[in-house]
């Protein structure tokens, strides 16, 4: 397990980088037909876990934050996350990991069906998702105005969020 002893920070460096596709960008109608059923997945955002949920893909794990685009979450997505499974509450402010977001992440993991309702922002989430996941994994993510992010869990994409890790503050 990658554990982190402290809140950590988004240094204003890392901001671009982090807005690059890290897998492969799909319309959520495609996911469904790309994951793997008998496998971890793991969506993050309210479009995607409720999208992925409305298609009858059970998640292992679904963060959400109650918003899409910053505005409020439709009325039926919100509807379509809370009854999924019963949700744990955690706090993290955007352009931030707090460690308790963190640990949330990690203990969830180890559960067959959870669901976080972060107040804040859950994008930086997939980064202790991705660390503490197990290989095969699947995360989805959204890409607002884009689509999905799909990203297999491998030993290079550790790799790669283990450096950016590193390089928050």
């Known amino acids: 397990m990658v554990r982190i002893d402290k809140d950590v ?22 996911i469904p037909k790309r994951v793997k059923v ?3 997945l ?9 999208c992925l949920i409305r298609s009858g893909v059970s998640p292992s794990l679904i963060i959400w934050d109650g ?4 505005l409020p979450a439709g009325r ?3 509807k379509v996350l809370e009854s999924y499974a019963k949700a744990k509450r955690v706090k993290n402010p955007p352009a931030m990991i707090t460690k308790a977001a963190w640990d949330a992440v990690v203990s969830a993991l180890s559960e067959d ?3 976080l309702l972060v107040d804040g922002e859950e994008d930086l989430l997939a980064i202790p ?6 290989l095969g994994t699947r995360v989805v ?4 105005d884009k689509g999905a992010i799909l990203i297999a869990v491998d030993r290079k994409i550790k790799a790669s969020f283990e450096d950016i890790l590193s390089r928050f503050k």
């Open 9 to 30: 920070f988004l240094p204003e460096s890392l901001r671009d980088e982090l807005k690059r596709p890290f897998g492969e960008l799909l319309e959520c109608a495609e």
């Open 38 to 40: 008998d496998g971890k």
């Open 42 to 50: 793991v969506a993050i955002g309210d479009s995607v876990a409720s």
């Open 67 to 70: 918003k899409t685009k910053r």
């Open 76 to 78: 039926e997505d919100i």
């Open 113 to 115: 069906k959870a669901s």
């Open 129 to 134: 998702v991705i660390l503490n996941a197990p």
């Open 141 to 144: 993510y959204g890409l607002p």
